[in-house]
């Protein structure tokens, strides 16, 4: 239609340069989608604006970006290779097997088993409410379950943590904690029936602010626990010191 | 099987993304090196706190990283896609602050750069991080370079940017339209 195709060419600009509300962002882009006409303008715009992400003089920002960086990424490489190779799932004695592959990441740092009694230092219950894991477990389970966290405590000096789970997967997310420290990550663990814990898939990086989330490979539906604990930037096949926040996920 | 470090860093940005997809973090680490002062470069560019600045840079190539799978070389070379990423990260970031606490910070430093209406627009305009201005920007009459400025590099919408300069919105749209239709020329011109 002429009057849309008008309305859409003079927003276009304002478009890529992501200067529409929502609204009307969404309303250009399923114009978009069915006319090829401003599809055409939009892309040519779109390579102006690339020019200006580049259009900015380069900074080197302070080196711990990169150990924030690369902690995480190290952490959840060695992760999913010790998942490939099933490395590190308990036996039924509750020990970890032997990992044969000396190449492996993991193996660079000798696990050392967490006393399933350890206390934590903070006891976080998350409340499940309605039934939600329940339900979530069940065949007639709606497709998105929401589990909302009720925090019993909190981290000392006033920090939060949250655990919101969808289906089987959860997110976790802190705000207000200290850095671990140089060269140190937040690693993140899932154990059932105090038996072994497992990694999570996932390793928290904390900003400035204290506040970091991170998404759980790991089916929390399998587990009762998630456990938080800080280890060495390239992460660790098992815990290697008592967790740091310990959050039950059911009751 | 994972490649040594000399190895990986004679590799182009498309293979080390496919080696990242895979979850090797020596690739990333080389994509990291080679492109980190062009996204904290952005991120400065946009937030003007170092350590909201940090924060986006760590976000955005945390992000990377753990979308590296969905990265197309159809639509665009990595470079490209990362900033786009960070871009998209440090506008939320923007807006959330402005929405929440700094959002008189952020009125108060506009108002004192744009005091409004068209006459004092070209004085007002002139003060805004002439020194961040780049290249291709800079060839722009500083009314269009200074719309396209708010909007990508700060985040305000069309209607905000109409509001504090108390301009009408058809004009804020055509400076925008007529700002970004110029910027190629700019760019040859330079070249």
Redesign the interface.
């Known amino acids: 239609m002429r009057h849309e195709d008008d309305h859409c060419e003079?927003?276009?600009?304002?478009y890529?340069?992501?200067?529409?509300?929502d609204g009307e962002a969404r309303a250009i882009a399923e114009h978009l989608a069915r006319c090829a006409r401003c599809a055409t303008m939009a892309q040519r715009?779109r390579?102006?604006?690339?020019?200006?992400?580049?259009?900015?003089?380069?900074?080197?920002?302070?080196p711990?970006?990169?150990d924030?960086?690369?902690g995480?990424?190290?952490a959840?490489?060695?992760l999913?290779?010790a998942a490939r190779e099933g490395a590190y799932e308990p036996t039924r004695s509750g020990r970890p097997r032997p990992n044969r592959d000396r190449?492996s990441l993991v193996r660079l740092r000798p696990p050392v088993r967490v006393v399933a009694t350890a206390l934590a230092s903070v006891l976080l219950l998350v409340a499940v409410g309605g039934g939600l894991l329940a339900g979530g477990l069940g065949s007639g389970a709606p497709k998105e379950n929401v589990v909302l966290t009720q925090i019993q405590r909190t981290l000392p000096g006033g920090a939060t943590v949250a655990l919101e789970i969808r289906g089987g997967r959860a997110e976790l997310q802190v705000r207000g904690m200290q850095s671990p420290g140089a060269g140190r990550i937040y690693q993140v663990w899932v154990r059932k029936d105090r038996q072994v814990p497992q990694p999570a898939g996932a390793a928290l990086?904390v900003?400035?602010?204290g506040a970091a989330r991170a998404r759980l490979l790991a089916d929390v539906r399998r587990f009762d626990q998630v456990l938080v604990t800080s280890e060495p930037a390239g992460g660790s096949p098992l815990p290697t010191r008592v967790p740091v926040l310990e959050v039950r996920t059911s009751v | 099987m994972r490649h040594a470090p000399d190895e990986l860093s004679r590799l182009s940005d498309e293979k080390l993304m496919r080696l990242v997809a895979d979850l090797d973090a020596g690739a990333f680490e080389i994509l990291y090196d080679r492109h980190v002062a062009a996204v904290y470069g952005l991120c400065r560019r946009m937030v003007r706190s170092t350590a909201q600045a940090e924060d986006i840079c760590q976000d955005a190539f945390l992000s990377v990283w753990r979308s590296g799978g969905r990265y197309d070389p159809k639509l665009g070379n990595v470079r490209s896609w990362m900033l786009s990423i960070t871009h998209n990260r440090a506008i939320d970031q923007i807006r959330r602050s402005r929405r929440h606490d700094d959002r008189q910070i952020h009125d108060d430093a506009l108002a004192e750069r744009m005091p409004g209406g068209d006459s004092t627009d070209g004085e007002a305009l002139d003060r805004i991080q002439a020194d961040a201005t780049g290249r291709a920007l800079r060839g722009l009459p500083d009314s269009q370079r200074a719309v396209i400025e708010l909007s990508f590099y700060s985040g305000y919408s069309h209607t905000e940017i109409a509001d504090r300069l108390e301009l009408p919105l058809g004009t804020v749209k055509g400076r925008m339209r007529l700002g970004l239709e110029k910027l190629q020329g700019q760019l040859s011109k330079a070249a």
Not at chain 1, 10 to 14: G, R, T
């Open positions: 003079e927003l276009l600009a304002a890529v340069l992501g200067a529409c509300p715009l390579q102006r604006t690339d020019v200006l992400l580049v259009d900015v003089p380069a900074r080197a920002p302070t711990t970006v990169k924030r960086v690369m995480p990424v190290r959840e490489a060695a999913f290779e190449r990086a900003d400035a602010r």
